[in-house]
T-cell receptor
Framework: QKEVEQNSGPLSVPEGAIASLNCTYS??????FFWYRQYSGKSPELIMS????GDKEDGRFTAQLNKASQYVSLLIRDSQPSDSATYLC??????????FGAGTTVTVRA | SAVISQKPSRDICQRGTSLTIQCQVD?????MFWYRQQPGQSLTLIAT?????????ESGFVIDKFPISRPNLTFSTLTVSNMSPEDSSIYLC??????????FGQGTRLTVV
């Protein structure tokens, strides 16, 4: 069973809209969760980390964590064309190792 | 965050040959890892590079195919041995420093022909 599942894409949103990305994980003992952004041809860039239940906001990004439901999400508010990328959900599986979801490709239409 | 430099950034290699990828960090880091990203896929952890000892490999990866060295806290190498076209991927060095957040080098895009 795959450890980290992301909602299937691609996701296309108009400029200025909210993009909503979802992720579930199987290891109930996981404590650290991350969202990476990966532009085509580039390496992943960490944009959000979350460790506690609830919401964490950073600029236009909000990460939400619900450990009981084993669910992590990322909201991108006021989406811009520069947000067009693949977003990877990652879960710490122990010893600083990460398990990644398949990624969701977001396209923001101008 | 640490600055992570990988060399080479890309290479085209003949099948049956080996390629060694270098990862240099500008500060000492606790943990270093190697990931693979096959075309159109997500990242898969190959191994943890342990300083001064043998790397710890994930299921499906073996030392004979992916030998790893880590002589100190700022440097590691990954060798892709006896390459086949199926090894064509992006190989990424990653470091974790202090907390649990991990950062990536720019990657090495390998094409095996």
């Amino acid at each position: 069973q795959k450890e980290v599942e992301q909602n299937s894409g691609p996701l296309s949103v108009p400029e200025g809209a909210i993009a909503s990305l979802n992720c579930t994980y199987s290891d109930r003992g996981s404590q650290s969760f991350f969202w990476y952004r990966q532009y085509s041809g580039k390496s992943p860039e960490l944009i959000m980390s979350i460790y506690s239940n609830g919401d964490k906001e950073d600029g236009r990004f909000t990460a939400q964590l619900n450990k009981a439901s084993q669910y992590v999400s990322l909201l991108i508010r006021d989406s811009q064309p520069s947000d067009s990328a693949t977003y990877l959900c990652a879960v710490n599986i122990g010893d600083y190792k990460l398990s990644f979801g398949a990624g969701t490709t977001v396209t923001v239409r101008a | 965050s640490a600055v992570i430099s990988q060399k080479p950034s890309r290479d085209i290699c003949q099948r049956g040959t080996s390629l060694t990828i270098q990862c240099q960090v500008d500060s000492q880091v606790t943990m270093m890892f190697w990931y693979r990203q096959q075309p159109g896929q997500s990242l898969t952890l190959i191994a943890t590079a342990n300083q001064g000892s043998e790397a710890t490999y994930e299921s499906g990866f073996v030392i004979d195919k992916f030998p790893i060295s880590r002589p100190n806290l700022t440097f590691s190498t990954l060798t892709v041995s006896n390459m086949s076209p199926e090894d064509s991927s992006i190989y990424l060095c990653s470091v974790a420093q202090g907390g649990t957040e991990a950062f990536f080098g720019q990657g090495t895009r390998l094409t095996v022909v």
